[in-house]
């Protein structure tokens, strides 16, 4: 046997003889938050002998002291549903709180039955034997304790104790490590009413405690500084909200271009449901499926169906582990999905019911008999084929203001429904259906870009270039040269602009005819006075960012993508595109053409790392 823990940020094992376990339990679980809180009182309920763990005060974590009370989209049905309406039952009478209701609610159920829970205990250690995890060491109040078990659940979203136990995983985006903004949500008051706000910040590097602490100061102390109209600050809510950390490599995974691809798993616990939500505007850096999709089809705030493979909570490294929370086995583009509340409350279920069948058949947690699985989860409603719905739009307002028409979302193969709507301010799903066809759709569209119809042509364009083709390439240039800011109409929010969506084309094809317009767009410091590319506040979401050109920052941000991906192809064009670089970066009045926010916050947080990018590609070629 040996015991795993964490030095200086890394694994490290150590061999020991023998361990005296103070107490032993079925399971112990690791964080009680969203999915811990439900994973703990669920296994209870299946009657295990349980241990929840918990380093703050309370259950709930995001649903707590995170200020989170609603649901972002998400599939009904599951045990949670019962919690949920017992909480709303204990706000109604007794506290109008229903943070306060849920913290009593679910840590009363746990008690009831028969479950333990330890709070202001971390874990440090985790002992293993051979192949297999028999229980922890905590840090507590009255000292160091280990407890035995037969079952671990990480539920403590970062997945730190399975990164203890040598876990391999995943973090972050390709281009530059980062995850996604961090955000804080703050009780305000009127006189008639009390409110909730929840706003982003920048990336944080949530490992590094003096970056979290100055994060922690910065947010409260800015948060406060925001116009909040004639509201008052009651108070900022104990945890930020951290949407995104490691992921733990287990049995089986979903990636977006999978579900793209209509791939499915055979073995689903359960279905989530919501966009693609990045909480950033660069997601040019987020890679070429979540930019094809977002930016270059412009179907941004389209709803996706995931199923969720249950082996996606399996490490495939260790056996007696369980990893039910928001770092299972998803690439980040679809944790920006999978990650939601109504997602965690189902997974605390499912790693109770997957400790249950492994306890009962005396097997491995990758071997339980699926068929009882979900049988138990269609039983409770977790899992449920109706909400198999692929691709959707849906929401309650459209990007205008007026209600918005929810309905399933079909690509077609029509290539003279593809051309009708290529034709209009709404042609992301004709684009995206080009892209399905392929080679098929392209005599089609090259005829369209010959046509009067201004959107006819340009759009053909861009389905030319998701197809790989350069037909459209001039047609392209010419809408960077037009800065081209005619907004698209595809989405609730975040529509994309025309000539933006040019500048990504031209850079996703590698298009070295290109080169000379995107650099005389780069270096030009006055680009953001031209009236097509001016917006003193941002606008086309759900809410308006003060003092933030977003237009003129996703031309900027989407021409330096553009360039590094043809500087990247073309080796001899990459002098001119280090110059270029650093004649818009280097006395940073960039910064100061896009906004007047502070540093840290989320908008100059991705504003510096833009440069910062740039000049690691200047660096990289040598320039």
Request: charged content about 25%.
């Given at each position: 046997?040996?015991?795993?823990?964490?030095?200086?940020?890394?694994?490290?094992?150590?061999n020991?003889?023998?361990?005296?376990?103070?107490?032993?339990?079925?399971v112990?679980?690791c964080?009680?938050g969203?999915a811990?809180?439900m994973a703990a009182?669920?296994?209870?309920?299946?009657?295990?002998?349980v241990?929840?763990?918990?380093?703050?005060?309370c259950v709930?974590?995001t649903?707590?002291?995170g200020?989170i009370?609603?649901?972002?989209?998400?599939?009904?049905?599951g045990?949670?549903?019962?919690?949920d309406?017992?909480?709303?039952?204990?706000?109604?009478?007794?506290?109008?709180?229903q943070?306060?209701s849920?913290?009593?609610?679910?840590e009363?159920?746990?008690?009831?039955?028969?479950?333990e829970?330890?709070?202001?205990?971390?874990?440090?250690?985790?002992?293993?034997?051979?192949?297999e995890?028999?229980?922890?060491?905590?840090?507590?109040?009255?000292?160091?304790?280990?407890?035995g078990?037969?079952?671990?659940m990480?539920?403590?979203?970062?997945?730190?104790?399975?990164h203890?136990a040598?876990?391999?995983?995943?973090?972050?985006?390709?281009?530059?490590?980062?995850?996604?903004?961090?955000?804080?949500v703050?009780?305000t008051?009127?006189?008639?009413?009390?409110?909730?706000?929840?706003?982003?910040?920048?990336?944080?590097?949530?490992?590094d405690?003096?970056?979290?602490?100055?994060?922690?100061?910065?947010s409260?102390?800015?948060?406060?500084?925001?116009?909040?109209n004639?509201?008052?600050l009651?108070?900022h809510?104990?945890?930020?909200?951290v949407?995104?950390?490691?992921?733990?490599?287990?049995?089986?995974?979903?990636?977006?271009?999978?579900?793209?691809?209509?791939?499915k798993t055979?073995?689903?616990m359960f279905?989530?449901?919501?966009?693609?939500?990045?909480?950033?505007?660069?997601?040019?850096?987020?890679?070429?499926?979540l930019?094809d999709?977002?930016?270059?089809?412009?179907?941004?705030a389209?709803?996706?169906t995931?199923?969720?493979?249950?082996?996606s909570?399996?490490?495939?490294s260790?056996?007696?582990?369980?990893?039910?929370c928001?770092?299972?086995?998803?690439?980040r583009?679809?944790?920006?999905?999978?990650?939601?509340?109504?997602?965690?409350?189902?997974?605390?279920?499912?790693g109770?019911?997957?400790?249950a069948?492994?306890?009962?058949?005396?097997?491995?947690?990758?071997?339980?008999?699926?068929y009882?699985?979900?049988e138990?989860?269609?039983?409770?409603?977790?899992l449920?084929?109706?909400?198999?719905?692929?691709f959707?739009i849906?929401?309650?307002?459209?990007w205008?203001?007026t209600p918005?028409?929810n309905?399933?979302?079909?690509?077609?193969d029509?290539?003279s429904?593809?051309?009708?709507?290529?034709?209009?301010?709404?042609?992301?799903?004709?684009i995206?259906s080009s892209?399905?066809?392929?080679e098929?759709?392209?005599?089609?569209?090259k005829?369209?870009?010959a046509?009067?119809?201004?959107n006819?042509?340009?759009?053909a364009?861009?389905?030319l270039?998701?197809?790989?083709n350069?037909?459209?390439?001039?047609?392209?240039?010419?809408?960077v040269?037009e800065?081209?800011?005619?907004?698209?109409?595809?989405c609730?929010?975040?529509?994309?602009r025309?000539?933006?969506?040019a500048?990504?084309?031209?850079?996703?094809?590698?298009?070295?005819k290109?080169?000379?317009?995107?650099?005389?767009?780069?270096t030009?410091?006055?680009?953001?006075?031209?009236?097509?590319l001016y917006e003193?506040?941002?606008s086309?979401?759900?809410?308006?960012?003060?003092?933030f050109?977003?237009?003129?920052f996703?031309?900027?941000i989407?021409t330096v993508?553009?360039?590094i991906?043809i500087g990247?192809?073309?080796?001899?064009?990459?002098?001119?595109?280090?110059?270029?670089?650093?004649t818009?970066f280097l006395?940073g009045?960039?910064?100061d053409?896009?906004?007047?926010?502070?540093?840290q916050?989320?908008?100059?947080?991705?504003i510096?790392?833009?440069?910062?990018?740039?000049?690691?590609?200047?660096?990289?070629?040598g320039?």
């Amino acid at each position: 046997m040996y015991i795993s823990e964490v030095f200086n940020g890394k694994s490290q094992k150590t061999n020991v003889s023998s361990v005296d376990f103070t107490e032993t339990y079925d399971v112990i679980v690791c964080g009680l938050g969203t999915a811990g809180s439900m994973a703990a009182l669920m296994s209870s309920e299946n009657g295990l002998k349980v241990l929840g763990i918990e380093s703050f005060n309370c259950v709930g974590g995001t649903t707590t002291i995170g200020g989170i009370q609603t649901h972002y989209f998400g599939c009904p049905g599951g045990r949670y549903t019962e919690i949920d309406d017992k909480v709303s039952e204990f706000q109604r009478l007794y506290t109008r709180n229903q943070i306060e209701s849920r913290k009593f609610v679910v840590e009363s159920l746990i008690d009831e039955t028969d479950g333990e829970i330890l709070y202001e205990f971390s874990v440090i250690g985790v002992y293993i034997d051979g192949n297999e995890v028999k229980g922890v060491k905590a840090i507590t109040p009255q000292g160091i304790a280990d407890y035995g078990c037969r079952v671990i659940m990480d539920c403590t979203g970062d997945a730190y104790v399975a990164h203890m136990a040598g876990c391999d995983s995943h973090l972050g985006r390709a281009l530059d490590g980062l995850t996604q903004p961090y955000s804080m949500v703050s009780s305000t008051r009127n006189k008639m009413w009390v409110g909730h706000t929840n706003r982003d910040f920048g990336r944080v590097d949530q490992y590094d405690d003096e970056a979290l602490s100055k994060a922690l100061i910065f947010s409260r102390s800015y948060n406060m500084e925001e116009e909040r109209n004639s509201n008052q600050l009651m108070i900022h809510m104990p945890l930020i909200g951290v949407r995104e950390g490691r992921h733990i490599v287990c049995e089986e995974t979903v990636t977006m271009q999978s579900i793209l691809d209509g791939k499915k798993t055979a073995t689903p616990m359960f279905y989530s449901y919501a966009d693609f939500d990045k909480h950033g505007w660069d997601n040019t850096f987020d890679g070429e499926t979540l930019g094809d999709w977002c930016i270059g089809s412009n179907l941004n705030a389209y709803n996706a169906t995931v199923p969720v493979p249950y082996r996606s909570v399996i490490p495939k490294s260790l056996d007696g582990l369980l990893i039910p929370c928001r770092a299972l086995d998803v690439d980040r583009d679809v944790a920006s999905c999978v990650r939601m509340v109504v997602d965690m409350k189902k997974l605390g279920e499912v790693g109770a019911d997957i400790a249950a069948l492994a306890i009962k058949h005396n097997c491995r947690l990758r071997d339980i008999p699926y068929y009882e699985l979900s049988e138990m989860l269609k039983t409770s409603g977790c899992l449920d084929d109706a909400y198999d719905r692929g691709f959707r739009i849906d929401g309650t307002k459209n990007w205008d203001g007026t209600p918005l028409v929810n309905r399933s979302v079909k690509f077609t193969d029509d290539l003279s429904a593809i051309s009708d709507m290529l034709g209009t301010l709404s042609p992301g799903e004709a684009i995206w259906s080009s892209r399905l066809l392929g080679e098929k759709a392209v005599t089609t569209l090259k005829k369209l870009l010959a046509s009067d119809n201004e959107n006819a042509r340009k759009h053909a364009a861009f389905a030319l270039a998701n197809v790989g083709n350069l037909s459209g390439e001039d047609v392209l240039i010419s809408t960077v040269i037009e800065r081209d800011a005619t907004q698209l109409q595809d989405c609730r929010k975040n529509n994309q602009r025309r000539g933006s969506m040019a500048v990504y084309w031209l850079g996703r094809l590698k298009s070295a005819k290109a080169v000379d317009a995107l650099c005389e767009f780069l270096t030009n410091p006055r680009e953001n006075e031209r009236p097509e590319l001016y917006e003193k506040d941002s606008s086309g979401t759900w809410y308006v960012i003060k003092g933030f050109n977003n237009r003129y920052f996703q031309f900027m941000i989407n021409t330096v993508m553009a360039l590094i991906r043809i500087g990247e192809a073309h080796e001899e064009w990459r002098a001119k595109i280090s110059s270029a670089f650093k004649t818009a970066f280097l006395d940073g009045s960039f910064y100061d053409r896009i906004t007047d926010r502070p540093k840290q916050s989320s908008e100059g947080n991705m504003i510096l790392n833009m440069q910062n990018v740039a000049e690691r590609y200047c660096r990289r070629w040598g320039h």
